[in-house]
C-alpha cells in the first residue's frame, strides 16, 4: 500500500501540513481550527447541504464548502475572513429564519450547535420579517426518541446513518421548499438496536432522548470516561453523572451514557442497550456488609473478612477445597480477576469455578457492535488461565450435597436456574453473595457484601479481541461497598492472618 503523500497549504494566514486529498475541514480540524458546520460527519459523509462550512480560497470567484474541498499543495484557505464570515452567518441565518425560540425549554440547550455558532459567527441584524413555519412538535418517533419538526435544521445525518449504518431506513426527508420536513416513513418506528445514535447526531435539538428530557440541564453535569460493561465489545464511552443538584433527574445519579469515539472499537456509535444500561445503577444498590443467617447483623468489613476467613478454613479442613464453589461474572476487571485467582486458584486451591456466560449473560449479536456475550470482560479471566465449569453440573453438585459452601460474584442464579435456584441454594451450609446489587436472592444467602459497580471504581476490561481498556471512577461508592479486588483481598489476608497464628502456635 503506498504511503499517503503530505503536502502543506495555507490555513488563515499560516502554513499547515496535511495529507493530499484530505477534506479541508478536517485538515483544519487537525490544525486546531474549528470549522462551523451541521450536515458534515466523518463517519456519513459530506453532503454539503448546511453550507455552514464555507471558507474563502485564493484564486475562487466565491465562498466553497470545506466539506467538499480537498487539501493539494500550495491551496490557501481562509475561515476567518471577512468574505467568510459573512457567508457563514448569512448560512446560519437561513437556518434560523424557521427555527422556533425555545431554548429555555430545548434539551439541546447549553450543547446545541446553532447557539454555538450563533455566539462565535452569527450576532447579526436579522433581515427576516416573515413567520415562521409551523411544523410538527413532541412527535413519538421511538421508543427512545422524540421528534420536533419546527427545530430541524435538514441536515440529513439522522437520515444518512438510519440509511447506511443501520440499514433500518426508518427515517427520511419529504415534501418540498418551506413544506420540507424530517418525518418517519411510512408504517415506520425508529426502534432499531442503535436508535439512541441520531440524539447524539444531531445538531440542534430536534431528536431528543425521551429518557433524558427535562430531567437535568447539560451544565450541571459531570463528564467521565469509561468503559461500557454491557457486552465483550467494550465501547468507549461517557458518563454524565448528575451530583449537583441531585433532586434533579428523578435521584439517579448517572443522568446519561454517551458514545466516546474510538476507531478502533465503536467508532462513533453505541447500541441501546449499552445507552440504556445506565437505569439500573442506583437501583435495588446494596450498601451494607451483612449477615443473613443464622441472625441478621451488619458487620464492619474487618470483622467480616476474619468472620467468612474463619469459617473458610473450617470447611476445607472438614469437606476440602472441593465442595467449595465459586460463581463468578465476566463483569469482573482485570484487577478483579487477578485478585479472585490470587484467592480462591493460588490460596484455596479451588477446583470449583464458574464463570461462563450462561443465559443471564448470553443475548443477541449483530454485525454492527453488540456481541452475544453480555459482560465485558470474560476474556481476561481466559488471559489468566482460568477455565468456568457448567451451571448445569454445579446444579446436579449442589442438589447431590456435595457442595458445603458457594460463593456467587455479580451473577444472578435466579436468572441462571429459575425456580430451582432458592431450593439450590438452600443446600450448602456456607453461602456468600457478593454484588453491587441486591438481585431476586439475595436474601436466601448467609452473607451478602457489598461491591462497587463500574462507575464508582477504576480499573480495565479486555474485550473480545483481547483490547485492554481503563475505564475510569464517576462517582462514589454506595454505603461500606468496596472494589471486588479489595474484598478478595480483605478475606485473603484474613486467611493469611489465620495461617500465621496457627503457624506460630505450633
Known amino acids: 500500500m503506498a504511503t499517503p503523500r503530505h503536502v502543506t497549504f495555507q490555513l488563515n494566514g499560516r502554513t499547515v501540513e496535511a495529507e493530499e486529498g484530505r477534506l479541508v475541514i478536517d485538515a483544519a480540524k487537525d490544525a486546531g481550527v474549528e470549522i462551523p458546520h451541521y450536515c458534515y460527519h466523518p463517519a456519513l459523509g459530506n453532503p454539503g447541504n448546511c453550507r455552514m462550512c464555507v471558507v474563502e480560497v485564493a484564486g475562487a470567484p466565491k465562498p466553497q464548502v470545506s466539506c467538499r474541498l480537498a487539501v493539494r499543495e500550495g491551496l490557501d484557505v481562509r475561515s476567518d475572513s471577512p468574505a467568510a464570515k459573512r457567508a457563514q452567518a448569512s448560512a446560519l441565518e437561513l437556518h434560523l429564519v424557521n427555527h422556533p425560540l425555545d431554548c429555555p425549554v430545548c434539551d439541546q440547550s447549553g450543547e446545541c450547535g446553532l447557539q454555538d455558532y450563533y455566539m462565535t459567527v452569527g450576532r447579526y441584524q436579522s433581515q427576516a420579517r416573515e413567520d415562521k413555519e409551523h411544523k410538527s412538535k413532541r412527535v413519538e418517533a421511538g421508543p427512545h426518541v422524540m421528534l420536533d419538526q419546527e427545530r430541524c435544521i ?18 427520511g426527508i419529504f ?31 430536534a431528536l431528543t432522548d425521551r429518557d433524558f428530557r427535562y430531567k437535568v440541564r447539560v451544565w450541571y453535569l459531570d463528564k467521565t470516561d469509561s468503559i461500557c460493561p454491557g457486552c465483550a465489545r467494550g465501547c468507549s464511552i461517557s458518563v454524565h453523572t448528575s451530583t449537583k443538584r441531585p ?8 443522568a446519561r451514557l454517551k458514545p466516546r469515539y474510538n476507531a478502533a472499537v465503536n467508532g462513533h456509535w453505541i447500541c441501546d442497550e449499552g445507552r440504556y444500561s445506565y437505569k439500573s445503577l442506583d437501583e435495588n444498590r446494596l450498601g451494607k456488609v451483612l449477615r443473613l443467617r443464622p441472625s441478621r447483623e451488619e458487620l464492619s468489613w474487618e470483622v467480616l473478612a476474619a468472620e467468612l476467613a474463619g469459617r473458610l478454613r473450617g470447611g476445607l479442613a472438614a469437606g476440602g477445597p472441593e465442595g467449595l464453589a465459586v460463581a463468578a461474572s465476566g463483569a469482573l476487571s482485570n484487577e478483579d480477576w487477578a485478585a479472585f485467582k490470587a484467592l480462591f486458584v493460588d490460596a484455596l486451591k479451588l477446583p470449583r469455578l464458574y464463570f461462563a456466560a450462561d443465559p443471564d449473560q448470553v443475548g443477541e449479536q449483530d454485525e454492527l457492535l453488540r456481541r452475544r456475550e453480555k459482560v465485558p470482560n470474560l476474556k481476561a479471566a481466559e488471559a489468566l488461565g482460568l477455565r468456568g465449569g457448567s451451571f448445569d453440573a454445579l446444579a446436579a453438585d449442589l442438589a447431590a450435597g456435595k457442595i458445603w459452601g458457594l460463593w456467587v460474584i455479580e451473577r444472578d442464579l435466579d436468572r441462571v436456574w429459575g425456580r430451582r435456584a432458592a431450593e439450590l441454594l438452600a443446600k450448602p451450609e ?8 441486591k ?3 439475595g436474601d436466601a444467602y448467609a452473607y451478602r457484601l457489598p461491591a462497587t459497580a463500574y462507575v464508582e471504581e477504576e480499573g480495565h476490561f479486555t474485550n473480545f479481541e483481547g483490547r485492554v481498556q481503563a475505564y475510569r471512577r464517576a462517582l462514589d461508592p454506595i454505603g461500606a461497598a468496596r472494589p471486588d479486588a479489595a474484598i478478595f483481598g480483605l478475606v485473603a489476608a484474613a486467611l493469611e492472618g489465620i495461617r500465621s497464628r496457627e503457624g506460630a502456635a505450633a
Not at 430 to 437: A, D, G, K, M, N
Open 154 to 171: 435538514l441536515c440529513t445525518r439522522c437520515t444518512r446513518f438510519v440509511d447506511d449504518v443501520t440499514k433500518t431506513h426508518e427515517l
Open 439 to 441: 438481585g431476586a436472592l
Open 430 to 437: 456456607l453461602t456468600v453473595y457478593q454484588s453491587p446489587f
Open 175 to 205: 415534501g418540498r421548499g418551506h413544506e420540507e420536513r424530517l418525518d418517519l416513513a411510512p408504517d415506520k418506528v425508529l426502534d432499531n438496536a442503535y436508535s439512541g445514535n441520531v440524539v447524539d447526531l444531531c445538531p440542534v435539538g
Open 247 to 254: 433532586w434533579h433527574n428523578g435521584g439517579r445519579r448517572v
